[in-house]
T-cell receptor, first 114, second 114 residues
Framework: NAGVMQNPRHLVRRRGQEARLRCSPMKGHSHVYWYRQLPEEGLKFMVY????????ESGMPKERFSAEFPKEGPSILRIQQVVRGDSAAYFC????????????FGPGTRLTVT | LAKTTQPISMDSYEGQEVNITCSHNNIATNDYITWYQQFPSQGPRFIIQGYKTKVTNEVASLFIPADRKSSTLSLPRVSLSDTAVYYC???????????????FGTGTRLLVSP
């Protein structure tokens, strides 16, 4: 059973470009979470999605950020018009249920904005 | 905001037992205590979870005193590969309240030397 897959692992974007981060949850998991980690800091929750629904996006910046988890295909975290402050590691986790001990994390996507 | 306080860093040697204590003075009745481990350039990984007294699994033990205002993660006979950041989290774990987002602090950076 493959774990949570994220791609790309590394992404470089110039200021003003768009970044698209993909997350394929573990097989059978219908809950997906996105977190952001700045250097030397802990992870910060961004958004929680179930298939075709955003359940909690309280950690998402109001502008430029969006997320989706379509019926088919991976979850996408989209950042429009990136700025240098968006440079971070973005982690996706998936779970079968909603308990903490069931969240499995992917390897992350490291976004660098130049 | 994270509801826990941990030492920023700890040093140890191979073969020693390591105890990392976490303070959570405002823990609520329904809150569980959960520990995650994060290696460099990887997503966090669930280690152990407990509510009271002692919990043990194949990786670690978790000691929780009666007042539950602190907890101690115990790693027996650490090896070099245990060098990582360890996060202590408290919360409802998604049980009674449904989804609960993971709130990470800065964690404890453990360095194991030969």
């Amino acid at each position: 059973n493959a774990g949570v897959m994220q791609n790309p692992r590394h992404l470089v974007r110039r200021r003003g470009q768009e970044a698209r981060l993909r997350c394929s949850p573990m097989k059978g998991h219908s809950h997906v979470y996105w977190y952001r980690q700045l250097p030397e800091e802990g992870l910060k929750f961004m958004v929680y999605l179930q298939k075709e629904n955003i359940i909690d996006e309280s950690g998402m910046p109001k502008e430029r950020f969006s997320a989706e988890f379509p019926k088919e295909g991976p979850s996408i975290l989209r950042i429009q018009q990136v700025v240098r402050g968006d440079s971070a590691a973005y982690f996706c986790a998936s779970s079968l249920g909603t308990s903490w001990d069931e969240q499995y994390f992917g390897p992350g996507t490291r976004l660098t904005v130049t | 905001l994270a509801k826990t306080t941990q030492p920023i860093s700890m040093d140890s040697y191979e073969g020693q037992e390591v105890n990392i204590t976490c303070s959570h003075n405002n823990i609520a009745t329904n809150d569980y205590i959960t520990w995650y481990q994060q290696f460099p350039s990887q997503g966090p990984r669930f280690i152990i979870q407990g509510y009271k007294t002692k919990v043990t699994n194949e990786v670690a033990s978790l000691f929780i005193p009666a007042d539950r205002k602190s907890s101690t993660l115990s790693l027996p006979r650490v090896s070099l590969s245990d060098t990582a950041v360890y996060y202590c989290l408290v919360g409802d774990s998604g049980g009674l309240a449904g989804f609960q987002k993971l709130v990470f602090g800065t964690g404890t950076r453990l360095l194991v030397s030969p």
